[in-house]
């Protein structure tokens, strides 16, 4: 459907063979695994928040847009690979969430900017200046009217062009390689990385909802209740939108274009080879902690105690002192004033949510970092964090 | 002509007795158009303008209205078709593009629920950068969160009724998560804690999270008949009335947010 057409007219392969483009894919494919990635992305996230009245400029953000898309889109005319991944029609839905992500937070954040300057310069609102109440029929009813029409084409137009996929009939004793959850859940999955499956597939999952339940008793600063801003609640925009969009729409986009077989990571441009072998280096927090001489070439080396719980010391006070310390520590020194705000019981699950959170991050630089697996291993009681 | 009958028509007992107000075109019979429609009445009657411009909403919260009723819609229709146990389910999958006019059902189906679950965050991440989860609306951003968990529930109950490959083993990869939930799943941490007495345990293959999601140790036939009903019915039914009280919320907690 996106191939060359001028190339398939010519009774060519459709991909355009450009040698010149080899290093390049190369340079991408290779730097793509998360261990790198991430790390420029958050950069990336951060950037994008303390320069937002600038880039959402239009011009600027129209070039954005422009040159999102002819790199995203491009691409699928010069790489084979990349172009089935894209093109999967179980993939496309992740195309618009991108796109739709994109867009909304420009207009958001367009918004704000101008609100900001507005405050700034102690000026009401762009709302509060023009607002003047209407009548529900006809202003809203009929914009309702012309959104249901114009979603209903959408669809049915959606549901023409692009056939639902149908693979053979299921088969309990062949699981297809990769088995992949339903893509909404990919965030999920990838972070089976990091995690074991009690954690990845159950505690995170639950906090993430009581999290998302519990935030407007946690948020209690009074501004931008009602209208676009960001200068007036940097803090909280800050921390749920790299939990939405850096925690969980960017390991979704991993998890769907770039975990092949075995959950092996492969650049947008590499082919999904199910022979590939990665290396796995299993080390425990515990064996840095008893044998650090082997691993780090410097210290002691013991042998692992048999008692599990004192094999896993290191282990259990670190998480321990993470869950437990680190919150009374925020409360007496950074958040001393939220804390005082929200009072000891309401700041305490906040903090319990947000050190939780925080753990995903801290274990993926870990993992990069020192080759991390778990900090406590304890396979006498199938828990492993 | 054509008025004259319209007129004529608008003067019957049977249109009166239906609609109890003039044609909505001053403020009074607008006003009535509203109030005396169950539907139009979940709206206020009067909105504030800056809260239904599009750059506000997105549209997000209609949009994913718009695409449950859709799903209802359609999904009413492939209950027609389609038989939840393993001899069927497939062959009828197949059925519905080669036998059934019209064969794009289960693409308006499976396409809508995806653009539902992209509206719905989408929705979400707008109320949440206009702060309208602040008070008087903190209840109401609850009611989302959990019309957000079904969101995602129906869509994953739904993805295994095709039962193809894909099917079963993303729901296999899905569930096998709650063999893992700490002390109720057979793999999870401290799964022995909980016994019926010394070496009788009450957390087992047969009695487990995973168990209770599955009918079974595997996705198997129960499970597509577990599945089938809490996609059909629980799981609609549910949402469909939190989706009532959203709305009516919305109403009582003044309207679409915007500055105080
Ligand atoms: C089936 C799912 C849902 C439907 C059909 C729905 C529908 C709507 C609609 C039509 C509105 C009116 C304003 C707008 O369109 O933005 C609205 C407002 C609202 N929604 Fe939802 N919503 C859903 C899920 C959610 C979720 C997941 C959340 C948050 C986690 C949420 C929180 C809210 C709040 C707090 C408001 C009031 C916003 C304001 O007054 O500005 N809703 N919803």
């Known amino acids: 459907m996106?191939?060359?057409?001028?190339?398939?007219?010519?009774?060519?392969?459709?991909?355009?063979?450009?040698?010149?483009?080899?290093?390049?894919?190369?340079?991408?494919?290779?730097?793509?695994?998360?261990?790198?990635?991430l790390p420029f992305i958050v950069l990336l996230f951060i950037v994008l928040l303390l320069t937002y009245k600038k880039w959402t400029k239009p011009v600027i953000a129209l070039t954005l847009l422009v040159v999102f898309v002819v790199v995203y889109f491009g691409a699928m005319l010069v790489d084979y690979n990349y172009y089935e991944i894209l093109k999967k029609a179980d993939n496309v839905p992740i195309t618009i969430m991108l796109l739709g992500c994109g867009i909304f937070l420009w207009t958001a954040?367009?918004?704000?900017?101008?609100?900001?300057?507005?405050?700034?310069?102690?000026?009401?609102?762009?709302?509060?200046?023009?607002?003047?109440?209407?009548?529900?029929?006809?202003?809203?009813?009929?914009?309702?009217?012309?959104?249901?029409?114009?979603?209903?084409?959408?669809?049915?137009?959606?549901?023409?062009?692009?056939?639902?996929?149908?693979?053979?009939?299921?088969?309990?004793?062949?699981?297809?390689n990769p088995s992949k959850a339903p893509w909404y859940f990919l965030g999920l999955q990838e972070m089976l990385v990091y995690f074991d499956p009690w954690m990845a597939g159950v505690i995170l999952p639950v906090m993430i909802i009581t999290g998302l339940i519990a935030m407007p008793y946690f948020d209690t600063n009074p501004k931008g209740n009602g209208y676009y801003t960001f200068r007036e609640r940097p803090f909280a925009i800050s921390v749920w939108l790299f939990g939405f969009l850096i925690l969980w729409v960017v390991l979704i986009v991993f998890g769907v274009f770039l975990r092949g077989p075995n959950w092996n990571f492969f650049g947008p441009f590499a082919y999904w080879d199910a022979n590939m072998q990665v290396p796995l280096t299993n080390v425990m927090m515990s064996d840095y902690f008893w044998n650090p001489k082997d691993l780090l070439g410097f210290g002691w080396s013991y042998a692992l105690p048999k008692n599990p719980f004192i094999r896993e010391i290191s282990g259990i006070v670190f998480t321990a002192a993470w869950v437990f310390i680190l919150p009374p520590l925020l409360a007496r020194t950074v958040m001393r004033k939220m804390c005082m705000q929200l009072g000891t019981f309401r700041f305490y699950v906040m903090a319990f949510h947000l050190v939780i959170m925080a753990m995903l991050p801290l274990k993926m630089a870990l993992r990069w970092l020192l080759t991390l697996k778990y900090f406590i291993y304890l396979p006498e009681y199938n828990l492993n964090l | 002509m054509l008025t004259t009958a319209l007129n004529?028509?608008?003067?019957?007992?049977?249109?009166?007795?239906?609609?109890?107000?003039?044609?909505?075109?001053?403020?009074?019979?607008?006003?009535?158009?509203?109030?005396?429609?169950?539907?139009?009445?979940?709206?206020?009657?009067?909105?504030?303008?800056?809260?239904?411009?599009?750059?506000?909403?997105?549209?997000?919260?209609?949009?994913?209205?718009?695409?449950?009723?859709?799903?209802?819609?359609?999904?009413?229709?492939?209950?027609f078709y389609y038989r939840p146990v393993i001899e069927y389910a497939y062959a009828d999958i197949q059925g519905l593009r080669a036998h059934v006019t019209l064969g794009v059902l289960r693409e308006i189906h499976r396409w809508g629920a995806h653009a539902m679950i992209i509206s719905i965050w989408l929705h979400m991440m707008r109320v949440f950068l206009t702060g309208s989860y602040k008070p008087p609306r903190e209840f109401n951003w609850g009611v989302g969160v959990i019309l957000l968990v079904l969101t995602m529930l129906?869509?994953?109950?739904?993805?295994?009724?095709?039962?193809?490959?894909?099917?079963?083993?993303?729901?296999?990869?899905?569930s096998n998560m709650g063999k893992a939930t700490p002390v109720f799943g057979m793999q999870g941490p401290f799964s022995d804690v909980l016994a019926f007495r010394e070496g009788v345990?009450?957390?087992?293959?047969?009695?487990?999270?995973?168990?209770?999601?599955?009918?079974?140790?595997?996705?198997?036939?129960?499970?597509?008949?577990?599945?089938?009903?809490?996609?059909?019915?629980?799981?609609?039914?549910?949402?469909?009335?939190?989706?009532?009280?959203?709305?009516?919320?919305?109403r009582k907690d003044g309207g679409i947010s915007g500055p105080m």
Not at chain 2, 219 to 248: E, N, S, T
Request: with cysteine; charged share 15%.
């Open chain 2, 8 to 79: 004529y028509i608008r003067s019957t007992q049977v249109w009166s007795s239906i609609f109890r107000h003039g044609i909505p075109r001053d403020r009074r019979t607008r006003v009535m158009a509203v109030m005396s429609n169950v539907f139009l009445h979940l709206h206020p009657v009067a909105v504030r303008k800056s809260g239904i411009r599009l750059s506000f909403t997105w549209c997000m919260g209609g949009l994913t209205f718009f695409l449950f009723l859709a799903e209802t819609i359609s999904g009413i229709l492939l209950m």
């Open chain 2, 201 to 250: 345990p009450m957390v087992t293959t047969k009695s487990d999270a995973a168990f209770l999601l599955l009918a079974g140790t595997k996705v198997g036939a129960p499970a597509l008949m577990r599945f089938y009903v809490l996609h059909c019915i629980a799981l609609p039914v549910v949402a469909g009335v939190l989706i009532a009280i959203h709305f009516w919320r919305i």
């Open chain 2, 154 to 174: 129906l869509s994953f109950t739904g993805y295994l009724l095709p039962w193809d490959q894909l099917a079963i083993w993303a729901i296999t990869v899905g």
């Open chain 1, 2 to 37: 996106f191939s060359n057409p001028f190339l398939l007219a010519a009774g060519r392969d459709p991909f355009v063979e450009l040698p010149q483009l080899e290093g390049v894919k190369q340079f991408v494919n290779n730097w793509s695994p998360p261990e790198f990635s």
């Open chain 1, 109 to 176: 954040f367009r918004q704000a900017a101008r609100n900001d300057v507005r405050l700034e310069a102690g000026k009401p609102l762009v709302d509060e200046e023009r607002d003047d109440k209407v009548l529900v029929w006809p202003d809203l009813v009929y914009t309702e009217l012309i959104c249901l029409v114009l979603a209903s084409a959408v669809l049915v137009i959606w549901a023409v062009v692009l056939p639902a996929p149908l693979e053979s009939p299921a088969n309990p004793a062949g699981p297809p």
